[in-house]
């Protein structure tokens, strides 16, 4: 066939015979392609264990072809196995090898280079398929056009290389009606889809993808329905090749829209800080968590106030060093999943510049400084910029939370990323100096209402401060505690439902420091019998709320911090429960006022409120003496594990509900209270002294 093909080959336009060397060409070609049939037929045959029907069909294919080196190759392979009758296991590894090992690593090899090259593909198409102000799409869409994507494009890297080793099968029409169905479920399905997912406004922020998956759709389609010159191999190859495109269109939308997020830290020369990079890091997860959790007058629940939902998996730092840094950058600029990237530079002490950027694109930037953020003078420069990252954090979180709608219930209604920084360094412990702290924090938390009003957790933060630093003898309870129900009601926390999880930190604490607070306010003793079981009335409102949200069995949490601060919650809502119990003279059958109390060893806070309720419990009208004083030494042991720091004394000295302890010798040692002289008790002998020496004395008695 070769010698017949030269000869063809060589005849010329002026001999008149060009038409009949194309018809010898063709025959030549066919022939060429029955013989390399035939010897992929006998290589089958040969793996199978059929050498005579191998030798026929490499006998065949010689007599077509009596120059094809692949049927001589065969023949000899099947003599040699016919030398060896019985296999050996030299041999078997052998074949196997050559025939299995060989063949389908090299599919893996080329499988994996080639869906890496896709994927790398994807990742430049995000930029521009994806708006950096775009909303994502709800979860089981984005999941599902990632997922989709990925089977395209792991299907397109393994079928290319599998079709052209193994030829599975022979296209036929049928294969390309097949595949042209396919693309247009596809292509026409993921537009719908993505329609739908933006909403109407929103639809022409994906104009780039829609025209994208409408274009390639449609040229697939026609390309294999109007190629009538080409065979069914080319028109299956176009099959094969819109698929990987809309592969790849479908993975750049879907895993450019990801949450991932890569923060780094500069100095001012340009060098990554490592240490302020972690730090970055730390607050983008933790930011809002280091709150003050005190006993000083009930104001803070066991549990935190986090704003950040970025879970741990979803943050990653750039490596320190230059060679280490540039080689990260070039292979996560290559990954469509690895979404945001955080730049903060230092750029002296009292200056921060941030960028952020959203596949490739730059996203918002900020420059700001401490006076811009109204921060107080701090001489320890390792705090000030530790204050200053906390802004770049806040920063971060709030743009992140303009496209990532699940990121906004932690943020608690705000929406400038000022309010959130200053409520935050207001309340954390580590970010203010002790000697001007309390100035400084009233002074930041008012600062960040006024900046953004429907910051919700600002408000109460600044309404528990405010509470916090007043003295006890002025605190008026009740004024409080009215205060917090009217911002409760106000506020747009009290009309969140079970689902809004990132809502519930705060809804927890606002209606335990309800709770007390009513609670405060009765034991203070003001106000009329009509007040005072008003006052119980509203505590009992928020407890019972509260109760049945610390409740596993009533109410069960997704997320894994909510349901650790919901376990944590609930002994503490059961024991104000049993509180508003013993004062209305409920028997629950509870066993929560025994001592010692059931249950896990208490904490330092969870005694605290056990010695409230033994206060409580003792004052009970059908109470005697005894077991009053019985109830008042189980107060005071509960306290004496409660009360460690000196803060925590003084919190116990003008806590109301131990009014009658203030007098007990034990509380008083206990607390640190000045204990009074005792009055002199005169002797028989002085009295009758007495008499003798001052007749008027003598008289009187």
């Not at 990801?258 to 001012?268: C, D, M, S, Y």
């Not at 730090?279 to 006993?295: D, F, H, I, N, V």
């Not at 408000?459 to 405010?466: M, P, S, V």
């Not at 009970?620 to 030494?633: H, K």
Request: net charge neutral; hydrophobic share 45%; glycine share 8%.
């Amino acid at each position: 066939m070769d010698r017949a093909k030269k000869l063809y080959e060589s005849v010329k336009v002026s001999d008149g015979e060009q038409q009949c060397a194309v018809e010898g060409l063709r025959l030549v070609s066919e022939a060429v392609q029955d013989a390399a049939e035939l010897v992929t037929a006998g290589q089958l045959l040969i793996r199978a264990g059929d050498l005579p029907g191998a030798r026929c069909k490499f006998d065949a294919a010689l007599e077509i072809d009596s120059g094809s080196a692949a049927a001589a190759a065969g023949i000899a392979r099947v003599t040699n196995l016919e030398s060896q009758p019985l296999p050996t296991a030299v041999s078997n590894g052998d074949r196997f090898y050559n025939d299995w090992a060989l063949p389908l690593g090299r599919l893996v090899v080329l499988g994996a280079i080639g869906f890496l090259i896709l994927y790398a593909l994807a990742g430049l198409c995000s930029r521009w398929l994806v708006k950096v102000d775009a909303v994502v799409w709800p979860t089981w869409i984005r999941r599902t056009a990632g997922i989709l994507g990925t089977v395209l494009l792991g299907a397109a890297a393994i079928m290319a290389p599998l079709f052209a080793m193994f030829s599975p099968f022979t296209p036929t029409w049928g294969e390309c009606r097949l595949g042209q169905l396919v693309i247009a479920v596809v292509g026409f399905g993921a537009a719908g889809l993505a329609v739908w997912a933006a909403g109407k406004a929103a639809w022409p922020r994906w104009r780039a993808l829609l025209v994208a998956l409408g274009v390639a759709t449609v040229a697939g389609i026609l390309t294999v329905q109007l190629a009538d010159g080409l065979s069914f191999d080319v028109r299956l190859m176009f099959v094969h090749i819109t698929l990987t495109a809309l592969g790849v269109l479908l993975t750049a939308a879907a895993w450019g829209q990801n949450l991932r997020l890569q923060v780094e830290v500069q100095k001012a020369d340009g060098g990554v800080s490592a240490a302020s990079s972690d730090y970055l890091l730390a607050r983008m997860k933790g930011l809002g968590t280091e709150t003050p959790q005190s006993l000083h007058k009930a104001t803070s629940t066991p549990g935190a106030t986090p704003l950040s939902q970025i879970p741990v998996d979803e943050l990653s730092v750039l490596p320190a060093g230059k060679i280490v840094g540039t080689l990260t950058r070039l292979f996560f600029a290559l990954r469509p999943d690895l979404t945001w990237r955080a730049r903060v530079t230092l750029v002296d002490d009292n200056r921060v510049a941030a960028s952020l950027s959203r596949n490739g694109q730059h996203a918002a930037g900020a420059v700001f400084s401490r006076p811009d953020l109204r921060l107080p003078e701090d001489s320890d420069q390792e705090r000030a910029t530790a204050q200053m990252l906390t802004g770049a954090a806040a920063f971060i979180l709030v743009q992140l939370s303009a496209v990532h709608e699940e990121l906004r219930d932690g943020l608690y209604g705000a929406s400038q990323w000022r309010s959130v920084a200053l409520q935050v360094i207001a309340r954390s412990k580590s970010l203010l100096a002790e000697d001007d702290r309390v100035t400084a924090q009233m002074r930041l938390l008012a600062t960040a209402v006024n900046e953004d009003p429907g910051n919700e957790l600002a408000r109460f933060e600044y309404l528990w401060a405010d509470h916090e630093h007043q003295a006890y003898d002025t605190t008026d309870y009740e004024a409080f505690a009215r205060a917090i129900d009217r911002h409760y009601r106000q506020s747009h926390v009290s009309k969140v439902g079970d689902g809004e999880e990132g809502w519930m930190p705060l809804k927890l604490r606002i209606l335990y420091s309800s709770a007390t607070q009513w609670l405060n306010a009765y034991s203070d003793g003001k106000g009329t019998a009509a007040e005072r079981k008003a006052m119980l009335s509203s505590a009992r409102k928020s407890a019972t709320e509260l109760d049945r949200l610390c409740d596993a069995d009533k109410v069960s949490w997704k997320g894994t911090e909510l349901r650790r601060l919901q376990s944590l919650m609930h002994p503490h809502a059961r024991v104000v429960v049993a509180c508003l119990d013993a004062l209305q003279n409920i028997k629950t059958g509870t066993t929560t006022g025994q001592h010692p109390h059931d249950g896990p060893p208490a904490t330092p806070r969870l005694a605290y409120d056990h010695a409230c309720l033994h206060m409580f419990l003792a004052r009970r009208p059908a109470q005697g003496d005894t077991a009053r004083r019985q109830q008042w030494g189980y107060a005071i042991e509960d306290l004496r594990r409660a009360v460690v720091t000196e803060g925590d004394k003084k919190s116990a000295q003008g806590d109301p509900c131990f009014a009658e302890l203030r007098s007990d010798p034990r509380f008083q040692e206990l607390v640190r209270l000045p204990v009074p002289p005792r009055a002199h008790t005169p002797s028989l002998w002085e009295r009758i002294a007495n008499r003798v020496v001052s007749p008027a004395a003598h008289t009187e008695a």
